[in-house]
């Protein structure tokens, strides 16, 4: 298994927890346009660090936002940024001052969803390591991987289990292009881990994400660079 940040956290959208997790709205502050369209970065997921559960490599950090912009070709590049106390500094992105978008625009641009966080169960994290290495899974896993992600097809459909992508923060979780933890480009030898990805879960029945694309989102260890991508199937 691939080592991690820190423990694995579902995403559970529209439940208050003890923490202020959101998701949704645009950044403010330093560095909170995007560099290449010029509009306010998109918030997927902003995380309340005070909750020890997340162990973000820079401890000064009190409050994580995982940005990005799917309104611009930027999205179609890498994009890295730190965050610093008064904001955000981008290391690399596309600049093309090119305000043309690629046809989706962000549906949490103007509203906030609150976040609850729960411990993803080892299971689930196993089948996804599984998926990852590109192995199959049996009839049995399919089920059982479903069950925990809740996602079902319709009674009229069959009610049959779906493997699919999923919502989590920390841990590994089920990578839809089996993207593979990238080296950090800024410290050598280090190598990036897995931070969260997003998606639209079908159970939530809530779209944060545009349809059929996964937000991936890896940290450096070392110096607490975030690097941001995305898959579409
Ligand atoms: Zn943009
Ligand atoms: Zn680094």
Same mark, same amino acid.
């Given at each position: 298994?691939?080592a991690t940040l820190f423990d694995g956290c579902r995403i559970h959208l529209n439940q208050q927890g003890k923490f202020e997790h959101y998701v949704g ?8 346009? +995007? ?8 918030? /997927? %997921?902003? #995380?309340?660090?005070? !909750? $020890? ?14 940005? /990005?912009?799917?309104? +611009?070709? #930027?999205? +179609? ?14 290391? $690399?992105? %596309? ?6 978008g690629i046809g989706i625009t962000s549906s949490i641009r103007k509203k906030r969803i609150k976040v609850d966080l729960s411990a993803t169960p080892l299971?689930?994290?196993? %089948? ?5 290495? @590109?192995? !199959? ?9 479903? @069950? ?11 009610? /049959?289990?779906?493997? !699919?992508? /999923? ?19 800024? +410290? ?7 931070l969260a990805s997003l998606y639209n879960e079908r159970c939530s029945g809530i779209k944060t994400v545009p349809e059929e694309m996964q937000i991936v ?17």
């Amino acid at each position: 298994m691939n080592a991690t940040l820190f423990d694995g956290c579902r995403i559970h959208l529209n439940q208050q927890g003890k923490f202020e997790h959101y998701v949704g709205g645009e950044l403010k502050g330093k560095g909170s346009e +995007c560099p290449n369209c010029s509009r306010p970065l998109v918030i /997927y %997921l902003s #995380l309340d660090l005070t !909750d $020890e559960r997340i162990k973000f490599p820079d401890s000064r950090v009190k409050r994580l936002p995982l940005v /990005y912009c799917v309104d +611009c070709e #930027l999205c +179609c590049f890498d994009f890295v940024y730190r965050v610093d106390a008064d904001g955000l500094s981008v290391l $690399e992105a %596309l600049k093309t001052k090119d305000r043309q978008g690629i046809g989706i625009t962000s549906s949490i641009r103007k509203k906030r969803i609150k976040v609850d966080l729960s411990a993803t169960p080892l299971e689930l994290e196993r %089948l996804a390591a599984k998926l990852n290495a @590109k192995c !199959d899974l049996t009839k049995e896993e399919k089920a059982m991987f479903a @069950k925990l992600i809740n996602n079902f097809a319709r009674p009229e459909l069959g009610g /049959y289990p779906i493997v !699919d992508c /999923y919502n989590q923060v920390g841990g590994r979780a089920f990578l839809m292009q089996r993207l593979e933890d990238p080296m950090c480009e800024y +410290c050598p030898k280090s190598r990036m881990r897995f931070l969260a990805s997003l998606y639209n879960e079908r159970c939530s029945g809530i779209k944060t994400v545009p349809e059929e694309m996964q937000i991936v989102y890896f940290a450096c260890p070392t110096c607490a660079a975030i690097l941001v991508q995305h898959s579409a199937s």
